[in-house]
């Protein structure tokens, strides 16, 4: 292409638009300067602030730090005192002189639950009755093909064999003898566990009927000794007399102000385990703790309530 030729190009843009978005664009750079100006003041704020977070923050851990430390100076400032109240013959509360009226009644609540523990639950009665209605359901099937049957044979035995009505009963009849063979056979097999089924479900009625009058005294001797630990307790708390070390291990030296009532209940409750299981370790609460085979060396009611007791003695004194 020639100077000449270049000449007669047509250029989409004209010199003027050219001048006029240089102009707009230098316009625009000289904005955008106080505007980068003004995000580098507020990164600095920003700085500024993750700095005085990062202060907050050690200062917290050095509070937390201090206070960790003034709980166990003052935890053992605490115990010091104790021992020089006990040095000094401050009064111990008699929790472990346990007498012979609370063991009888301790006693006397387990046995109830034993003689609960042996009646069925509603899941197992439901399943053994279940398998009762089962049986009864299948026996009715069977006398109504048996009555469907005989009408049949009634029909056949009166009528022609031209008879529209025999020739029909004719033919369905191998389908009665049918049904009647399978319900028949269905009786059988459920006619074994029924029988079985009934006969627990008998000794289980027996044996709430003969445990009714245990399981009754042992709610009412449970009651009564949760009255008296209740009290012996409260006694303790009002003379300020010195709580065991397995009390205290366990629930501290004194109620406290918050979930007063559940610190209570617990406390009895857990004096009501070492009598009933005889647990005299001085400085365990619940004594040892239940070995890999305790379902079967205690047994699931002591291991269930061992594990709920530990819980509640964990949330309280969380």
């Given at each position: 292409?020639?100077?000449?030729?270049?000449?007669d190009?047509?250029?989409?843009?004209?010199?003027?638009?050219?001048?006029?978005?240089?102009?707009?664009?230098s316009?625009?750079?000289?904005?955008?300067?106080?505007?980068?100006?003004?995000?580098?003041?507020?990164?600095a704020?920003?700085?500024?602030?993750?700095?005085?977070?990062?202060?907050?923050?050690?200062?917290?851990?050095?509070?937390?730090?201090?206070?960790?430390?003034?709980?166990?100076?003052?935890?053992?400032?605490v115990?010091?005192?104790?021992r020089?109240?006990?040095?000094r013959?401050?009064?111990?509360?008699?929790l472990?002189?346990v007498?012979?009226?609370?063991?009888?009644?301790?006693?006397?609540?387990?046995q109830?639950?034993?003689a609960?523990?042996?009646?069925?639950d509603?899941?197992?009665?439901?399943?053994?009755?279940?398998?009762?209605?089962?049986?009864?359901?299948a026996?009715?099937?069977?006398?109504?093909?048996?009555?469907?049957?005989?009408?049949?044979?009634?029909?056949?035995?009166?009528?022609?064999?031209?008879?529209?009505?025999?020739?029909?009963?004719?033919?369905?009849?191998?389908?009665?003898m049918?049904?009647?063979?399978?319900t028949?056979?269905?009786?059988?097999?459920?006619?074994?566990?029924a029988?079985?089924?009934?006969?627990?479900?008998?000794?289980?009625e027996?044996?709430?009927?003969?445990?009714?009058?245990?399981?009754?005294?042992?709610?009412?001797?449970?009651h009564?000794?949760?009255?008296?630990?209740h009290?012996?307790?409260?006694?303790?708390?009002?003379?300020?007399?010195?709580?065991?070390?397995?009390f205290?291990?366990?629930?501290?030296?004194?109620?406290?102000?918050?979930?007063?009532?559940?610190?209570?209940?617990?406390?009895?409750?857990?004096?009501?385990?070492?009598?009933?299981?005889?647990?005299?370790?001085?400085?365990?609460?619940?004594g040892?703790?239940?070995?890999?085979?305790?379902?079967h060396?205690?047994?699931?009611?002591?291991?269930?309530?061992?594990?709920?007791?530990?819980?509640?003695i964990?949330?309280?004194?969380?």
């Amino acid at each position: 292409m020639s100077w000449d030729d270049a000449e007669d190009v047509q250029y989409p843009y004209s010199p003027q638009t050219f001048r006029d978005d240089i102009d707009e664009l230098s316009a625009m750079l000289r904005g955008l300067a106080p505007r980068v100006a003004g995000m580098d003041g507020r990164l600095a704020d920003a700085e500024k602030t993750v700095l005085r977070v990062d202060r907050r923050s050690l200062e917290v851990e050095t509070s937390h730090r201090d206070l960790v430390a003034a709980i166990r100076r003052l935890t053992s400032r605490v115990e010091w005192l104790e021992r020089n109240v006990r040095l000094r013959g401050g009064v111990d509360a008699p929790l472990d002189d346990v007498p012979a009226r609370l063991r009888t009644l301790a006693r006397t609540a387990e046995q109830g639950r034993e003689a609960a523990d042996r009646g069925l639950d509603d899941n197992a009665r439901r399943a053994l009755r279940q398998a009762v209605d089962a049986h009864a359901s299948a026996v009715h099937d069977l006398v109504a093909h048996r009555r469907a049957g005989l009408s049949a044979c009634l029909v056949l035995a009166s009528s022609d064999l031209d008879d529209p009505e025999h020739r029909s009963t004719a033919a369905d009849f191998p389908i009665l003898m049918e049904r009647l063979d399978e319900t028949r056979a269905h009786v059988r097999a459920l006619a074994g566990p029924a029988v079985q089924a009934a006969q627990a479900l008998a000794d289980d009625e027996r044996a709430q009927r003969d445990g009714a009058t245990v399981v009754r005294e042992g709610d009412e001797a449970w009651h009564e000794l949760q009255s008296q630990l209740h009290e012996r307790l409260k006694s303790a708390l009002d003379t300020g007399a010195l709580l065991p070390e397995w009390f205290v291990d366990a629930l501290g030296p004194v109620k406290p102000l918050h979930d007063s009532e559940r610190w209570t209940e617990t406390a009895a409750d857990l004096m009501a385990y070492r009598i009933t299981y005889d647990v005299e370790d001085p400085n365990r609460s619940l004594g040892p703790p239940p070995g890999p085979d305790a379902a079967h060396s205690w047994g699931e009611r002591r291991l269930a309530w061992h594990r709920r007791l530990s819980a509640e003695i964990h949330e309280l004194v969380r």
